[in-house]
């Protein structure tokens, strides 16, 4: 585990005790992660896209006063449309928030129908407070945009469909 992922883990925990949650579970490769927390109130384990949403939510909200309830219900898995496989998908090199703009308010870097070319910005993934710039790995026509702007996005995640030139 380098550094990096370290400081995520860190800062993952913090955000678990801060949100009162119970118990919490994570796994990838060889590393496993299981949490209880003592005192805390009862509560149901959240999977890693429960705690994506529930951090992104709270990342631009101001701090309250009472402790952050959380729900126990499951989160869907946001799944593609289906994709012919002629299409290049544009996945997420980290895990973060989608934004399709640089800004609020501004046009979206990239829309549906639009040409794009290798290296191009299509949008932002923002990870620990850095605007990390996704460019396109393809040339062609942007067939599909599947992340929704302010949700979170997992590692390989799909985010654009291009239909190659």
């Not at 890693?48 to 529930?54: C, D, E, N, T, Y």
């Not at 703009?101 to 993934?125: H, N, R, T």
Request: hydrophobic share 50%; proline share 7%; aromatic share 6%.
């Amino acid at each position: 585990m380098d550094s990096n992922e370290l400081s995520e883990l860190r800062a993952l925990v913090e955000f678990l005790k801060a949100s009162d949650v119970a118990e919490f579970a994570w796994s990838k490769g060889e590393v496993t992660l299981e949490l209880k927390f003592q005192g805390a109130a009862p509560a149901a384990g959240l999977d890693m896209a429960q705690v994506a949403q529930l951090m992104a939510s709270q990342a631009h909200a101001p701090v309250a006063a009472a402790p952050i309830a959380v729900a126990a219900a499951p989160v869907a898995e946001s799944a593609p449309a289906a994709v012919e496989e002629k299409h290049h998908i544009v996945k997420s090199p980290i895990v973060g928030t989608f934004y399709e703009s640089p800004s609020p308010g501004s046009p979206a870097f990239v829309k549906v129908g639009d040409m794009v070319e290798v290296g191009q910005v299509l949008c932002i993934v923002e990870a620990m407070k850095l605007m990390n710039e996704i460019e396109s790995d393809a040339a062609g026509e942007v067939v599909e945009r599947i992340a929704a702007t302010g949700q979170p996005v997992e590692y390989g995640q799909a985010l654009f469909s291009i239909k190659p030139r």
